[in-house]
Structures are given as structure tokens and as C-alpha cells.
């Protein structure tokens, strides 16, 4: 949105802040706690359209050659309202549509990947977020990351079409030593860049400019409003 706001007043300030998120409480999911088996995600709510159009995508489109190249794979759904907006998908095998679960953790752990390439997206993704909190490996498209510098193949797999999506999915559930060097590098991005710290220190920069031009002003001679011609 920056780019559209510079290009509508180019004289305005603007500042971007990052989505802020305690890395707290996300912990970091072990290897001893993290599944070992090729199970592919979507979580999220499936009545917000980002996540509901991940989910369609990945059923329709990706998910039938990632299971010819993987055999033993499988796909786990979860989010409000989950099996009601895609009940057309209950019947797939080897695939499981949770709906509206309290308590979200267990289902990062069963994740061997996110795969989340929304049709179009609206801001940060809270549960990309969420999955680099936890140590989930990641790939989705840069709708997915919008708002964050991930780098392909370093702190997530970002890619665009079908073919290069599913090629970084086969590649990270069959290879145990991309996925925690990746899961590694999301964590610390998360980290880095909407932790506390980082997401306090600019708007408290914002609150400095401030202050600083307003203190510009006061220092300014005053205008005598009372002088000059008459009207």
C-alpha cells in the first residue's frame, strides 16, 4: 500500500510499521515433537477468501501430483468453518478437513509443510506468521508473504505458478535437512522483523519525526496575522 500512497500525495511521509507478533508465544516445535510424516497444510479461516481460495488451490490443482510423486502423502485442512466451505473435499482420500478446534499447536506439529497460495491476498498472513512462529516450513506465493523480506529457498519456498509450487513442496517434505534449515531461517525472520523490538523501535521513530516537526514549527517566527492590506 505504500506505493499507492506515495503515488497519490508523493509529499507525504509515510512510514511503514510491521505487523507486530510476540515470537513467545509461538515455541519453536522440536524435531522430536514435529511429525516425520509428508502431511501438507492449509490453516486458516475458511471464510476469509486468502485462505479459502489456499485451500481450493491446493486440493484442485497441487495436491494430485504431489501425491503421485509422494504416495504416502497427505493433506490436513483446519480453519473456521473448514468443512462447511469445502465440503465438496470431505470425501478425498487422504485428506482431513478439521473445523473451528480450539487449539491450533497440535495441528502445527502434524505439518510436515504449509502450502498456502492464495488467489489473491489482503496484507500480512497472520498464520504464515504463525507457521514461521512454530517452525513450520513454508512455501506459497508472494501474495503469501506480502509485507515480509522472505527470500525464496532461504526463509520460505515463493513461487507463483503450480509447477514451481509443487516442485518446492516434493523438494522439503522429502529433504528432513532443508526443512529445519528453512524453518530455522523463517523463525529468525519472524523474529527480526515484526518482533517486538523491531516493530517498537519504528513507530517510536514515527513518534520522534514528530515530535521533531512539531517542534520545528514552534520554532518558527510567528506570522502577524493583524498586518497587511485590508480586505
Aim: hydrophobic share 40%.
Amino acid at each position: 500500500m505504500a506505493k499507492g500512497v506515495r503515488w497519490t500525495n508523493p509529499r507525504a511521509a509515510v512510514h511503514v510499521v510491521p505487523l507486530g507478533i510476540d515470537p513467545s508465544l509461538y515455541p519453536y516445535i522440536s524435531d522430536d515433537r514435529r511429525t516425520a510424516q509428508p502431511v501438507v497444510s492449509v490453516i486458516g479461516s475458511m471464510n476469509w477468501y486468502p485462505s479459502h481460495s489456499a485451500a481450493v488451490r491446493l486440493l484442485t490443482r497441487l495436491w494430485p501430483e504431489i501425491k503421485r510423486r509422494i504416495p504416502n502423502a497427505r493433506v490436513q485442512i483446519v480453519g473456521w468453518q473448514a468443512r462447511s466451505a469445502l465440503k465438496e473435499f470431505l470425501e478425498m482420500p487422504d485428506v482431513t478437513v478439521e473445523e473451528d478446534v480450539q487449539d491450533i499447536r497440535p495441528y502445527f506439529e502434524r505439518t510436515g509443510l504449509m502450502l498456502y497460495a492464495p488467489g489473491r491476498g489482503s496484507g500480512i498472513k497472520i498464520k504464515i506468521l504463525e507457521s514461521f512462529g512454530f517452525g513450520v516450513p513454508v512455501v506459497t506465493t508472494s501474495e503469501g508473504v506480502e509485507g515480509l523480506p522472505a527470500v525464496d529457498g532461504v526463509h520460505a519456498g515463493v513461487c507463483e505458478d503450480d509447477a514451481g509450487l509443487i516442485d518446492r513442496a516434493v523438494a522439503l517434505l522429502t529433504d528432513p535437512v532443508r526443512q529445519n534449515r528453512q524453518r530455522a531461517a523463517g523463525r529468525a525472520l519472524l523474529e527480526s522483523h515484526c518482533g517486538p523490538k523491531p516493530t517498537v523501535d519504528a513507530i517510536e521513530r514515527i513518534y520522534a519525526g514528530m515530535h521533531n516537526g512539531v517542534a520545528e514549527l514552534l520554532a518558527m517566527e510567528p506570522i502577524n496575522l493583524t498586518e497587511g492590506p485590508a480586505i
